[in-house]
T-cell receptor, first 108, second 114 residues
Framework: SQQGEEDPQALSIQEGENATMNCSYK?????LQWYRQNSGRGLVHLIL?????REKHSGRLRVTLDTSKKSSSLLITASRAADTASYFC????????FGSGTKLNVKP | DAGVIQSPRHEVTEMGQEVTLRCKPI?????LFWYRQTMMRGLELLIY????????DSGMPEDRFSAKMPNASFSTLKIQPSEPRDSAVYFC????????????FGSGTQLSVL
């Protein structure tokens, strides 16, 4: 399977702290994307990093990609209670495969 | 743009009944994906279309599941007959095209088969 797998499965932090989530995958990819899902809603795209990129920033989000280790990380800086959601990585190689997600709880 | 529109939002049915889920992708998007989400199995890709043509249906669990895309603005996922283990949230997503394109998800259909 090409599915990405997120780690940890759950993460609980205080507002203002940074949150780091990791994703590992198995095969070659064209790009890797991170999505967010609020409870009871569809997934929303956060950021895309191409296979030839190593790091990308978007606001409070920082994504890294290490194709040699087949892994990626998502860092959310200065977290807010509103960041509470599930976060998924998705690998794209003609199909989009999603991992099982990391449930992030940011306590106010 | 209204985004990807799915209907119904919730569906409760009895085992053995036919269920039809509907999706309207974002105008101009060439790709349409159907996913199923459960606690046990996470997000599973069921099938995807390119320009209304099914490209890969290897994720469709059984012959009871079928999907169609009669035109660029409409797709259906049908389950006949439905079973309790089909209970899940079904998402439709569309994408402008391949090569570094992101997915746009609908709000999903919560299906409960009693």
């Amino acid at each position: 399977s090409q599915q990405g797998e997120e780690d940890p499965q759950a993460l609980s932090i205080q507002e203002g702290e940074n949150a780091t989530m990791n994703c590992s995958y198995k095969t070659s990819i064209n790009n890797l994307q991170w999505y967010r899902q609020n409870s009871g809603r569809g997934l929303v795209h956060l950021i895309l990093i191409r296979s030839n990129e190593r790091e990308k920033h978007s606001g409070r989000l920082r994504v890294t990609l290490d194709t040699s280790k087949k892994s990626s990380s998502l860092l959310i800086t200065a977290s807010r209670a509103a960041d509470t959601a599930s976060y998924f990585c998705a690998t794209e190689a003609y199909k989009f495969y999603f991992g099982s997600g990391t449930k992030l709880n940011v306590k106010p | 743009d209204a985004g990807v529109i799915q209907s119904p939002r919730h569906e409760v049915t009895e085992m053995g009944q036919e269920v039809t889920l509907r999706c309207k992708p974002i105008s101009g998007h060439d790709y349409l994906f159907w996913y199923r989400q459960t606690m046990m199995r996470g997000l599973e890709l069921l099938i995807y279309f390119n320009n209304n043509v099914p490209i890969d249906d290897s994720g469709m669990p059984e012959d009871r599941f079928s999907a169609k895309m009669p035109n660029a603005s409409f797709s259906t996922l049908k389950i006949q007959p439905s079973e309790p283990r089909d209970s899940a949230v079904y998402f439709c997503a569309s994408s402008p095209g391949h090569n570094n394109e992101k997915l746009f998800f609908g709000s999903g259909t919560q299906l409960s088969v009693l």
